[in-house]
């Protein structure tokens, strides 16, 4: 069976081949497929796949809605059908249930999945995978022979000191960390001491912000943490689960634009005194 796939914006992760398609039809490329599936991310955009939908019902008879906004209990992973390639996930749910977080309840409890070949590990939760699961992708990925990038948010309470023996062996890109809460930051300083032969931009950080009537001094305090922990941050402005994407007033998406880039992270840093004149980011 043909499928084209259909998303309502581009992103790094979207694949790029000539049965994938962004937004609504263009009637001057419209590939011969059996089925259309347009795969929706994110809940805001849930207004307008529904309208993509009846604008590509007109062309093909069947067209269906699916994708992590929509899916409960996703099926096994298929690479390159929904992702690029070079992006496998390895597991689906995810054994905790914090509050800003909608994995639980779309994906369920975690469990593993068979491992497909990939380099960029999109798992929500992969340190918490039976360790078995987690030897099995390391040595995946030294097959694969590409930098890996852990992309998904590894929990740094989870890591003990044996991953560093497979982060040595496995050349290592990306290593993206979480540390949504400042109860997260002395983990994160024990995973630094574990990882020491890393240094940023390898070891990042996603930090989520504006949660919970946080204020923006609040914010960058917990940021500039993870910075001074040997972490680049990378902050994540909460998103409530509706149909409309929250606009954030412009201090705000400052903030997050600020040191969700190295250079100008740097720069701040400096100006906070946490770090030295003479350095320069990498």
């Given at each position: 069976m043909t499928i084209l796939r259909v998303f309502p914006e581009r992103t790094s992760a979207t694949p790029r081949d000539n049965?994938?398609?962004?937004?609504?039809?263009?009637?001057?490329?419209?590939?011969?497929?059996?089925e259309v599936h347009i795969s929706v991310v994110f809940s805001w955009h849930l207004n307008l796949a529904f309208e993509m939908q009846k604008a590509w019902q007109r062309h093909y008879p069947?067209?269906?809605?699916?994708?992590?906004?929509?899916?409960?209990?996703?099926?096994?992973?298929?690479?390159?059908?929904?992702?690029?390639p070079g992006y496998?996930?390895?597991?689906?749910?995810?054994p905790n249930h914090c509050p800003w977080c909608l994995v639980p309840q779309r994906e369920g409890p975690l469990r593993t999945l068979p491992i497909r070949p990939g380099y960029i590990i999109q798992d929500n939760n992969f340190l918490a995978c039976p360790r078995d699961h987690q030897e099995r992708v390391f040595e995946m990925l030294l097959s694969v022979g590409r930098q890996a990038e852990f992309t998904g948010g590894l929990a740094p309470h989870l890591l003990e000191p044996?991953?560093?023996?497979?982060?040595?062996?496995?050349?290592?890109?990306?290593?993206?960390?979480?540390?949504?809460?400042?109860?997260?930051?002395?983990?994160?300083?024990r995973a630094r001491e574990i990882l020491d032969f890393l240094k940023p931009p390898k070891l990042r950080c996603f930090v989520l912000?504006?949660?919970?009537?946080?204020?923006?001094?609040?914010?960058?305090?917990?940021?500039?943490?993870?910075y001074r922990e040997g972490f680049w941050p990378y902050p994540m402005l909460y998103q409530p689960p509706a149909k409309e994407r929250l606009i954030y007033p412009q201090p705000w998406r400052q903030l997050?634009?600020?040191?969700?880039?190295p250079v100008l992270a740097w720069q701040r840093a400096k100006e906070l005194g946490l770090c030295k004149s003479s350095e320069q980011p990498s």
């Open positions: 049965m994938t398609a962004i937004g609504f039809p263009n009637l001057c490329a419209l590939p011969i497929a059996d069947r067209v269906r809605l699916g994708g992590p906004a929509i899916d409960t209990n996703p099926s096994d992973f298929t690479p390159g059908l929904y992702l690029r496998t996930i390895t597991s689906r749910g995810c044996w991953h560093a023996d497979m982060f040595r062996i496995v050349p290592i890109r990306k290593l993206g960390f979480a540390a949504d809460t400042i109860a997260e930051l002395p983990y994160l300083r912000i504006a949660w919970n009537s946080e204020t923006i001094t609040e914010a960058e305090e917990r940021l500039a943490q993870v997050a634009r600020t040191w969700s880039r």
